[in-house]
Protein backbone atom coordinates (compact mmCIF):
# COMPACT_ATOMS: atom_id res chain seq x y z
CA UNK A 1 0.00 0.00 0.00
CA UNK A 2 1.39 3.04 -1.09
CA UNK A 3 -0.45 5.52 1.71
CA UNK A 4 0.59 4.30 5.48
CA UNK A 5 -2.59 3.23 7.76
CA UNK A 6 -1.27 5.83 9.96
CA UNK A 7 -2.17 8.23 6.93
CA UNK A 8 -5.19 6.67 5.80
CA UNK A 9 -7.02 6.90 9.06
CA UNK A 10 -6.48 10.57 8.36
CA UNK A 11 -8.78 10.88 5.54
CA UNK A 12 -12.27 11.69 5.40
CA UNK A 13 -13.26 8.59 3.12
CA UNK A 14 -14.49 5.78 5.79
CA UNK A 15 -12.52 2.90 6.39
CA UNK A 16 -14.24 -0.70 5.72
CA UNK A 17 -12.34 -3.48 7.89
CA UNK A 18 -13.48 -7.10 7.20
CA UNK A 19 -15.92 -9.62 8.65
CA UNK A 20 -15.81 -12.28 11.23
CA UNK A 21 -12.99 -15.03 10.83
CA UNK A 22 -13.58 -17.92 13.86
CA UNK A 23 -17.71 -17.50 12.63
CA UNK A 24 -16.26 -18.58 8.93
CA UNK A 25 -13.86 -20.79 10.21
CA UNK A 26 -16.58 -22.37 12.17
CA UNK A 27 -18.68 -22.81 8.98
CA UNK A 28 -16.43 -24.80 7.43
CA UNK A 29 -16.46 -27.38 10.24
CA UNK A 30 -12.89 -26.35 11.73
CA UNK A 31 -11.67 -27.61 15.07
CA UNK A 32 -12.54 -24.44 17.37
CA UNK A 33 -11.97 -25.82 21.07
CA UNK A 34 -9.74 -24.01 23.80
CA UNK A 35 -7.54 -23.17 24.26
CA UNK A 36 -6.10 -21.86 20.67
CA UNK A 37 -9.63 -21.69 19.30
CA UNK A 38 -9.67 -19.83 16.23
CA UNK A 39 -5.42 -20.08 16.13
CA UNK A 40 -5.68 -23.62 15.33
CA UNK A 41 -6.43 -23.47 11.97
CA UNK A 42 -3.19 -21.52 11.58
CA UNK A 43 -1.61 -24.91 11.59
CA UNK A 44 -4.18 -27.13 10.42
CA UNK A 45 -6.00 -25.57 7.59
CA UNK A 46 -3.72 -22.12 6.83
CA UNK A 47 -5.24 -22.01 2.92
CA UNK A 48 -8.73 -21.69 4.42
CA UNK A 49 -7.60 -19.07 6.88
CA UNK A 50 -6.17 -17.33 3.87
CA UNK A 51 -9.10 -18.25 1.76
CA UNK A 52 -11.40 -16.41 4.08
CA UNK A 53 -8.91 -13.36 4.16
CA UNK A 54 -9.02 -12.64 0.49
CA UNK A 55 -12.59 -12.85 0.26
CA UNK A 56 -13.32 -10.33 2.11
CA UNK A 57 -10.72 -8.25 0.81
CA UNK A 58 -12.24 -9.29 -2.73
CA UNK A 59 -15.49 -8.03 -0.90
CA UNK A 60 -13.78 -4.73 -0.70
CA UNK A 61 -12.73 -4.50 2.78
CA UNK A 62 -9.79 -1.89 3.09
CA UNK A 63 -8.70 -3.54 6.20
CA UNK A 64 -7.80 -7.47 7.46
CA UNK A 65 -7.14 -8.64 10.82
CA UNK A 66 -4.63 -11.36 10.94
CA UNK A 67 -6.09 -14.21 12.59
CA UNK A 68 -3.65 -13.37 16.21
CA UNK A 69 -6.85 -13.45 18.51
CA UNK A 70 -5.29 -16.45 20.21
CA UNK A 71 -1.84 -16.62 19.70
CA UNK A 72 -1.25 -15.08 23.02
CA UNK A 73 2.22 -17.37 24.69
CA UNK A 74 -0.96 -18.29 27.14
CA UNK A 75 -2.96 -19.58 24.42
CA UNK A 76 -0.16 -21.56 22.87
CA UNK A 77 2.04 -22.90 24.99
CA UNK A 78 -0.66 -25.70 26.43
CA UNK A 79 -0.30 -27.19 22.78
CA UNK A 80 3.62 -27.16 23.43
CA UNK A 81 3.63 -24.11 20.31
CA UNK A 82 5.41 -20.78 20.13
CA UNK A 83 3.29 -17.56 20.42
CA UNK A 84 5.66 -15.26 18.34
CA UNK A 85 5.60 -18.01 15.34
CA UNK A 86 2.06 -18.98 15.48
CA UNK A 87 1.94 -14.93 15.29
CA UNK A 88 3.92 -14.65 12.79
CA UNK A 89 2.30 -16.98 10.63
CA UNK A 90 -1.03 -15.36 10.88
CA UNK A 91 0.35 -11.90 9.43
CA UNK A 92 2.41 -13.92 7.03
CA UNK A 93 -1.06 -15.87 5.84
CA UNK A 94 -2.87 -12.22 6.25
CA UNK A 95 -0.26 -10.90 4.14
CA UNK A 96 -0.24 -12.94 1.36
CA UNK A 97 -4.15 -12.74 0.81
CA UNK A 98 -4.01 -8.58 1.34
CA UNK A 99 -1.36 -8.24 -1.09
CA UNK A 100 -1.51 -4.45 -1.96
CA UNK A 101 -4.70 -4.25 -1.72
CA UNK A 102 -5.60 -4.26 2.05
CA UNK A 103 -3.79 -3.28 5.27
CA UNK A 104 -3.15 -5.86 7.84
CA UNK A 105 -4.02 -5.50 11.60
CA UNK A 106 -2.85 -7.25 14.18
CA UNK A 107 -5.50 -8.28 16.88
CA UNK A 108 -5.15 -8.13 20.76
CA UNK A 109 -7.80 -10.11 22.52
CA UNK A 110 -8.17 -10.70 26.13
CA UNK A 111 -5.99 -12.98 27.79
CA UNK A 112 -8.78 -15.61 29.18
CA UNK A 113 -12.02 -15.73 28.04
CA UNK A 114 -13.40 -12.75 26.30
CA UNK A 115 -17.01 -13.44 27.78
CA UNK A 116 -15.65 -13.73 31.39
CA UNK A 117 -14.72 -10.58 33.18
CA UNK A 118 -14.13 -12.41 36.10
CA UNK A 119 -11.55 -14.27 34.65
CA UNK A 120 -8.89 -10.97 34.32
CA UNK A 121 -5.29 -11.31 35.42
CA UNK A 122 -3.59 -9.30 37.74
CA UNK A 123 -2.36 -5.79 36.15
CA UNK A 124 1.02 -6.89 36.35
CA UNK A 125 0.92 -9.84 34.41
CA UNK A 126 -2.05 -8.17 31.48
CA UNK A 127 1.03 -5.48 30.76
CA UNK A 128 3.44 -8.00 30.59
CA UNK A 129 1.77 -10.49 28.20
CA UNK A 130 0.20 -8.05 26.09
CA UNK A 131 3.71 -6.15 25.89
CA UNK A 132 5.08 -9.42 24.17
CA UNK A 133 2.55 -9.38 22.18
CA UNK A 134 2.39 -6.31 20.99
CA UNK A 135 6.33 -6.84 19.93
CA UNK A 136 5.76 -10.00 18.35
CA UNK A 137 2.60 -8.34 15.97
CA UNK A 138 5.13 -5.55 15.50
CA UNK A 139 8.25 -8.12 14.24
CA UNK A 140 5.46 -10.05 12.08
CA UNK A 141 4.97 -6.71 10.12
CA UNK A 142 1.68 -5.67 11.00
CA UNK A 143 0.38 -1.84 9.90
CA UNK A 144 -1.10 -1.24 12.88
CA UNK A 145 -2.86 -2.78 15.70
CA UNK A 146 -6.65 -3.95 17.06
CA UNK A 147 -7.17 -4.05 21.03
CA UNK A 148 -10.34 -6.03 20.26
CA UNK A 149 -13.18 -7.30 22.41
CA UNK A 150 -12.31 -5.77 25.54
CA UNK A 151 -14.26 -6.25 28.23
CA UNK A 152 -12.36 -4.71 31.78
CA UNK A 153 -11.35 -1.34 31.80
CA UNK A 154 -7.95 -3.11 33.86
CA UNK A 155 -6.94 -5.19 30.64
CA UNK A 156 -8.53 -2.64 28.28
CA UNK A 157 -5.92 0.27 29.93
CA UNK A 158 -3.17 -2.70 29.90
CA UNK A 159 -3.44 -3.88 26.33
CA UNK A 160 -4.06 -0.18 24.95
CA UNK A 161 -0.67 0.59 26.71
CA UNK A 162 1.35 -1.96 25.03
CA UNK A 163 -0.04 -1.26 21.90
CA UNK A 164 0.39 2.11 21.78
CA UNK A 165 4.34 2.00 23.01
CA UNK A 166 4.94 0.15 19.45
CA UNK A 167 4.04 3.63 18.25
CA UNK A 168 2.07 1.85 15.74
CA UNK A 169 -1.59 3.26 15.23
CA UNK A 170 -3.97 1.64 17.82
CA UNK A 171 -7.49 0.86 17.48
CA UNK A 172 -9.50 0.04 20.77
CA UNK A 173 -12.78 -1.31 20.75
CA UNK A 174 -14.69 -3.08 23.66
CA UNK A 175 -17.74 -5.94 23.84
CA UNK A 176 -20.87 -4.05 26.15
CA UNK A 177 -23.94 -5.50 27.58
CA UNK A 178 -27.23 -5.17 26.10
CA UNK A 179 -27.72 -2.23 29.56
CA UNK A 180 -24.33 -0.63 27.22
CA UNK A 181 -21.89 -1.32 29.94
CA UNK A 182 -18.60 -3.63 29.47
CA UNK A 183 -19.36 -7.60 30.31
CA UNK A 184 -17.92 -6.00 33.75
CA UNK A 185 -20.09 -3.74 34.98
CA UNK A 186 -18.27 -1.04 34.28
CA UNK A 187 -19.14 2.25 32.33
CA UNK A 188 -18.29 3.12 28.77
CA UNK A 189 -17.42 5.95 29.07
CA UNK A 190 -15.41 5.52 32.01
CA UNK A 191 -13.53 2.97 29.78
CA UNK A 192 -12.99 4.86 26.36
CA UNK A 193 -11.71 7.82 29.21
CA UNK A 194 -9.42 5.29 30.68
CA UNK A 195 -7.76 4.54 27.51
CA UNK A 196 -7.66 7.96 25.73
CA UNK A 197 -4.44 8.85 28.24
CA UNK A 198 -2.66 6.36 25.58
CA UNK A 199 -4.18 8.43 22.21
CA UNK A 200 -5.19 5.66 20.92
CA UNK A 201 -6.48 6.29 16.90
CA UNK A 202 -9.57 5.35 17.31
CA UNK A 203 -12.14 3.89 19.56
CA UNK A 204 -14.77 1.09 18.42
CA UNK A 205 -17.47 -1.01 19.58
CA UNK A 206 -17.89 -4.80 18.55
CA UNK A 207 -19.21 -8.23 19.30
CA UNK A 208 -22.52 -6.76 20.08
CA UNK A 209 -26.13 -6.69 18.26
CA UNK A 210 -26.30 -4.23 15.23
CA UNK A 211 -29.27 -2.62 16.55
CA UNK A 212 -27.25 -1.49 20.20
CA UNK A 213 -24.26 0.03 18.00
CA UNK A 214 -25.66 3.40 17.36
CA UNK A 215 -26.31 4.41 21.19
CA UNK A 216 -22.71 2.93 22.21
CA UNK A 217 -21.28 5.10 19.83
CA UNK A 218 -22.97 8.15 21.17
CA UNK A 219 -21.53 7.07 24.64
CA UNK A 220 -18.04 6.85 23.32
CA UNK A 221 -18.42 10.54 21.25
CA UNK A 222 -19.83 12.33 24.39
CA UNK A 223 -16.17 11.12 26.22
CA UNK A 224 -13.77 11.30 23.53
CA UNK A 225 -15.13 13.84 21.03
CA UNK A 226 -12.01 14.19 18.95
CA UNK A 227 -10.72 10.21 18.49
CA UNK A 228 -12.31 8.43 15.56
CA UNK A 229 -15.49 6.06 15.85
CA UNK A 230 -16.05 3.14 14.40
CA UNK A 231 -18.26 -0.04 15.35
CA UNK A 232 -17.84 -3.78 13.75
CA UNK A 233 -21.15 -6.13 15.20
CA UNK A 234 -22.93 -9.47 15.54
CA UNK A 235 -25.74 -10.85 13.20
CA UNK A 236 -27.49 -12.22 16.34
CA UNK A 237 -27.28 -11.70 20.13
CA UNK A 238 -26.40 -14.24 23.37
CA UNK A 239 -28.31 -15.01 26.15
CA UNK A 240 -27.07 -16.95 29.04
CA UNK A 241 -30.52 -18.87 28.87
CA UNK A 242 -31.23 -19.82 25.39
CA UNK A 243 -27.93 -18.68 23.75
CA UNK A 244 -27.18 -17.42 20.70
CA UNK A 245 -29.70 -16.63 18.19
CA UNK A 246 -29.48 -15.03 14.75
CA UNK A 247 -31.45 -11.12 14.39
CA UNK A 248 -32.37 -9.77 11.06
CA UNK A 249 -28.64 -8.54 10.79
CA UNK A 250 -27.99 -11.84 9.26
CA UNK A 251 -29.71 -10.36 5.77
CA UNK A 252 -26.44 -8.19 4.63
CA UNK A 253 -29.02 -5.76 3.33
CA UNK A 254 -30.31 -5.24 6.71
CA UNK A 255 -27.17 -5.16 8.28
CA UNK A 256 -25.75 -2.24 5.73
CA UNK A 257 -29.29 -0.43 6.99
CA UNK A 258 -27.49 -0.68 10.50
CA UNK A 259 -24.08 0.36 9.15
CA UNK A 260 -25.85 3.35 8.23
CA UNK A 261 -27.01 4.38 11.33
CA UNK A 262 -23.84 4.10 12.66
CA UNK A 263 -22.11 6.62 10.13
CA UNK A 264 -24.71 8.86 11.08
CA UNK A 265 -24.01 8.81 14.02
CA UNK A 266 -19.90 10.02 13.50
CA UNK A 267 -18.88 6.49 12.77
CA UNK A 268 -15.59 6.12 10.25
CA UNK A 269 -14.79 2.77 10.01
CA UNK A 270 -16.80 -0.29 10.16
CA UNK A 271 -16.89 -3.83 9.23
CA UNK A 272 -18.13 -7.34 10.76
CA UNK A 273 -17.95 -9.16 13.39
CA UNK A 274 -19.61 -12.78 14.70
CA UNK A 275 -21.70 -14.13 11.82
CA UNK A 276 -20.77 -11.61 9.20
CA UNK A 277 -19.87 -13.03 5.81
CA UNK A 278 -18.36 -11.71 2.75
CA UNK A 279 -21.67 -10.88 1.64
CA UNK A 280 -21.77 -8.69 4.24
CA UNK A 281 -18.52 -6.91 3.70
CA UNK A 282 -19.35 -6.45 -0.19
CA UNK A 283 -22.66 -4.33 0.85
CA UNK A 284 -20.80 -2.42 3.42
CA UNK A 285 -18.53 -1.57 0.32
CA UNK A 286 -21.90 -0.71 -1.89
CA UNK A 287 -23.28 1.60 1.14
CA UNK A 288 -19.64 3.47 1.45
CA UNK A 289 -19.52 4.03 -2.79
CA UNK A 290 -22.82 5.37 -2.84
Given at each position: ??????????????????????????????????????????????????????????????????????????????????????????????????????????????????????????????????????????????????????????????????????????????????????????????????????????????????????????VIHQTAPDVPLGAY????????????????????????????????????????????????????????DE
Open positions: METTFRDRLRWAQPLLLDGATGTELDRRGLDLSAPLWSARSLLSHPEVVKEIHRSYVDAGADVITANTFRTHNRNVRDEFLNGRKMTRLAVAIGREAAGDRAYVLGSIAPLQDCYRPELTLPEDVLLDEHRQMAVNLVDAGVDGILVETQLTIREAVAATRAATETQLPTLVSFVCRMDGKLLSGEALSDAASAVMEFAPAALLVNCVPADVVADLLSANTGRYDEETGWSDTIAVNANAYAEFARDWLTSGATIIGGCCGTTPAHIRRLRQLL
